[in-house]
């Protein structure tokens, strides 16, 4: 199975500040790397998919990056709305995998 | 606008079984993969099953082989996820979720709001 490792597991930061989360993979993906925000009593909803497209109705201060195994997630300008926990997935692979997810907390 | 609503979660002793379905509106559900993804309660996202949009290949996780049975009927536009020797393990949100592309190995671009599943005696 492929291993997806996020990190950091937690960040505190402030509504305007530029975050990066971290996922790597124990394999090469060849590009099927999403990622999800997921709010506290509620259902994942897909931000990016194939490493960098935003997916329909996502605010463009969402964007992803990275190639092979290595991929990142950053949001530009932090808004209040965003302050959940964010999961990256593979689909490279069945069984497909998360990552362990990263939440972003109010600093 | 996609809607996916799953029922069937309930309270199940150890060893029970239960059945879950997931209704599905506002696309055309045979033109795309459906899939099961579980949460466990202050834990991440499992996958579990998914299955394509013909319905002809399923696939599954390690950690359900043998005890779920993922099928769907696209005349009902309806996925199911039967569950059979259910452990405290099992004890989560379950929710489907509709993949992107026909093909089972797309990710997800619409989840259904979750059903709890609590296997204790």
């Known amino acids: 199975d492929i291993q997806m490792t996020q990190s950091p597991s937690s960040v505190s930061a402030s509504v305007g500040d530029r975050v990066t989360i971290t996922c790597r993979a124990s394999?090469?993906?060849?590009?099927?790397l999403a990622w999800f925000q997921q709010k506290p009593g509620a259902a994942p909803k897909l931000l990016i998919y194939a490493i960098s497209s935003l997916h329909s109705g996502v605010p463009s201060r969402f964007s992803g990056s990275g190639s092979g195994t290595d991929f990142t997630l950053t949001i530009s300008g932090l808004q209040p709305e965003d302050f959940a926990t964010y999961y990256c997935?593979?689909?490279?692979?069945?069984?497909?995998?998360f990552g362990g997810g990263t939440k972003v907390e109010i600093k | 606008d996609v809607r996916l609503l799953e029922s069937g979660g309930d309270l199940v002793q150890p060893g029970g079984s239960l059945r879950l379905s997931c209704a599905a509106s506002?696309?055309?559900?045979?033109?795309?993969?459906m899939n099961w993804v579980r949460q466990a309660p202050g834990k991440g996202l499992e996958w579990l099953s998914g299955i394509t949009g013909s319905g002809n290949k399923t696939y599954y996780a390690d950690s359900v082989k043998g005890r779920f049975t993922i099928s769907r009927d696209n005349s009902k536009n309806i996925l199911y996820l039967q569950m059979n020797s259910l452990s405290v393990g099992d004890t989560a949100i379950f929710y489907c979720?509709?993949?992107?592309?026909?093909?089972?190995?797309?990710?997800?671009?619409?989840w259904g709001q979750g059903t709890l599943v609590t296997v204790s005696s």
């Open positions: 506002g696309f055309t559900f045979r033109f795309y993969a």
């Open positions: 997935q593979q689909t490279n692979t069945f069984p497909l995998t």
């Open positions: 979720a509709k993949g992107r592309r026909v093909s089972a190995g797309s990710t997800f671009d619409s």
């Open positions: 394999q090469d993906l060849r590009g099927w």
